[in-house]
């Protein structure tokens, strides 16, 4: 069976602090895909980043890293010097069984001025 | 990345009655699939809408209480039927152009049942 956990159900941080978002996953599969969406209050998701699960690798993309380790069953999201525009929901989703998603809770984050 | 719409955007709807929400997308693709965000929760995989065939539908969702039509690679319908307000969600149309690809997300349509 298929499992994201988003132990963190609300974080508010002060504006250009950095955070970290969690993500676990469970799944048998080898083969599956890692995904972050961010939900802004307007609803729609935004894409914003995909993981296989052979590539290691981390990712910075601007003030967005992301940290996958295979052997923690891990994949989380850290925000440097976050803003007030990166409050909103954030989603880890499992991709697998080649287009089936299963998401995770969601975090809310809010980030104050 | 697929430029998706929805209608309505969001109703507001009596018990009892049915809602039909469009999907509709700027370019042909392989894959679609209607989700279910019920409030404050996260998003569930409600059925893949297939092209030419019935959809296929997760454990928990069935068809007469979700029927859903795709009648071509652009286009794909989700019906709530016989509403209650437990159904009182945000209902989302996903698309994908391949196995393993990545899937984008239409903008939502928000569903209120009184």
Known sequence: AQKVTQAQT????????DVT???VYETRDTTYYLFWYKQPPS?????????????????????????????????????TA????????????LQYNFNKFYFGSGTKLNVKP | SAVISQKPSRDICQRGTSLTIQCQVDSQVTMMFWYR???????????????????????????DKFPISRPNLTFSTLTVS????EDSSIYLCSVGSSLWGEQYFGPGTRLTVT
């Open chain 1, 10 to 17: 609300e974080i508010s941080v002060v504006e250009k602090e």
């Open chain 1, 21 to 23: 978002l969690d993500c």
């Open chain 1, 43 to 79: 609803g729609e998701l935004v894409f914003l980043i995909r993981r296989n699960s052979f590539d290691e690798q981390n990712e910075i993309s601007g003030r967005y890293s992301w940290n996958f380790q295979k052997s923690t069953s891990s994949f989380n999201f850290t925000i």
């Open chain 1, 82 to 93: 976050s803003q007030v525009v990166d409050s909103a929901v954030y989603f880890c989703a």
């Open chain 2, 37 to 63: 965000q019920q409030p404050g929760q996260s998003l569930t995989l409600i059925a893949t809408a297939n092209q030419g065939s019935e959809a296929t539908y997760e454990s928990g969702f069935v068809i």
């Open chain 2, 82 to 85: 016989n509403m209650s307000p």
